[in-house]
């Protein structure tokens, strides 16, 4: 318990103190610092991806990703089985490794389970929490992600108290301890480690909402702050804006980029990626956002203030006609390749390109793009000195997922890496279908 109490310091001032014997980079995420320390083999981060073909897992550490191998001896600890970790996605895991043949293997892997330092009655699930948000007036909703999380959405009514910052803003508490609170994150340790804090300095009604965000946007659309939008606006972040205003008044004036829609006629036409950012602002937005939400959009938001709120503010405006035309790109993660790109390679390979299959090699044989080498997620990091360095080498397998993967390994060994994130459909004949991610 003293563990899980104990002061969770800034993540960035941790970073030079995260470092092992003989490593170069941080061995666990800055918020795991608060109550651990770094360990000889021994990695603590949040799980990014698992591809139980290529028997390797993905572990975020904020500062960069760690790939790691694990085989049938790995064992795993609060969780069922190796095959249950795909449903832990985006949790916090530490994960006790070997180094064997150039790759970290992992020989344990445990789950954070610190909801076990809360009773059954601390903890809420969604229904608890709508519940409690309808019949207590007085209750806090606190958010124990990081800010930037905070304000591209958050629960209606939430305040924001990163897990990583608790200590230094204990001033945005009530001062009354009876005050009903519940945090809530990812569904990761940040609100179990705020709540057990928050019972520690004497609050009585102290409940975690274990779902998090990730169950919350299921059914529910989230609230998007001022400063989110503008800076979208700014930086060209990718989003979709729709005024819910008849379009006479908003061709009055209305944000810069909105959309005028009538939803079912435009649904043909919304993101086919389920997490886009979709922002609603106007007369009846809290029902237009519901709306979507139930066609199975999880990155639905509403902007809490008025047209002539944003305008007062100083906000960019415009007058005219809005769009009325939807076209939504997603922003690229860093090394991916675009699809109309990687198509290109499926007709010529320029000699400075070397296109990679990192699946396994009787995946390869019933199917690839036509002049591409088999070269797999298995052996990337024993035997990646093989590839050639001096050309770009371009990753692909059947989802993205494992491709991914092997860009960190060959990143990290100074290859100019790339990869494709998307579904590819092979035929013998080297021709392929992608649906982008």
């Known amino acids: 318990m003293k563990n899980v109490i104990g002061i969770i310091t800034l993540s960035i001032l941790l970073l030079p103190a995260l470092l092992s014997a003989g490593e170069t980079k941080p061995t666990m995420a800055p918020l795991c610092a608060g109550c651990h320390q770094p360990e000889a083999g021994v990695l603590m981060g949040t799980l990014d991806n698992i591809s139980y073909k290529a028997d390797t897992l993905q572990l975020d550490l904020v500062s960069h990703k760690e790939i790691l191998r694990f085989d049938e001896k790995t064992r795993v600890k609060n969780v069922a089985s190796l095959e249950e970790l795909k449903t832990y996605k985006n949790r916090a895991f530490t994960v006790n490794f070997v180094m064997r043949k150039g790759d970290k293997l992992a020989t344990a892997i445990t789950r954070f389970d610190v909801l076990k330092a809360l009773k059954p009655e601390e903890k809420i699930d969604k229904a608890g929490l709508k519940k409690l948000m309808a019949e207590k007036k007085n209750l806090v909703i606190v958010d124990a992600r990081p800010l930037a999380r905070y304000e591209e959405g958050q629960i209606p009514g939430a305040i924001v108290m990163p897990a990583a910052a608790f200590d230094k803003q204990i001033d945005k508490l009530p001062k009354d301890k009876a005050t009903p609170l519940v945090f809530y994150c990812v569904g990761g340790c940040s609100s179990p480690l705020s709540g057990v804090k928050a019972k520690s300095l004497g609050y009585t009604d102290v409940k975690v909402y274990v779902g998090g965000m990730p169950d919350w946007v299921k059914s529910e659309c989230t ?27 908003a061709e009055q004036g209305h944000i810069a980029g909105a959309l005028s ?40 938001k509403v902007l809490p203030m008025t047209f002539a709120q944003w305008q007062a503010a100083g906000n960019p405006v415009t007058t005219g006609p809005l769009g009325a035309t939807i076209a939504y790109t997603p922003k690229p993660k860093p090394g991916m390749v675009s699809p109309e790109e990687f198509t290109k390679l499926g007709t010529k390979i320029p000699a400075d390109t070397v296109v990679i299959d990192v699946r396994l090699g009787d995946e390869f044989e019933a199917g690839h793009v036509k002049g591409a080498s088999n070269f797999s997620l298995e052996d990337m990091a024993e035997h990646a000195a093989e590839l050639p360095k001096g050309k770009k080498l371009v990753l692909y397998c059947d989802t993205g997922m494992r491709a991914e993967m092997a860009y960190f390994i060959l990143k990290e060994k100074g290859y100019d890496a790339w990869f494709l994130d998307g579904t590819l459909k092979f035929k013998k004949d080297g021709s392929f279908g992608i649906t982008a991610e």
């Open 261 to 300: 829609l009538e939803l079912e006629k435009a649904r043909p036409s919304f993101p086919k990626q389920k997490n886009a950012p979709i922002i609603f602002y106007g007369d009846g937005s809290n029902q237009a956002a519901a709306t979507v939400v139930g066609w199975g959009y999880t990155g639905v």
């Open 223 to 249: 609230v998007v702050t001022p400063s989110y939008l503008k800076n979208a606006l700014a930086n060209g972040t990718p989003h979709v804006l729709i005024d819910t205003r008849s379009r006479a008044v």
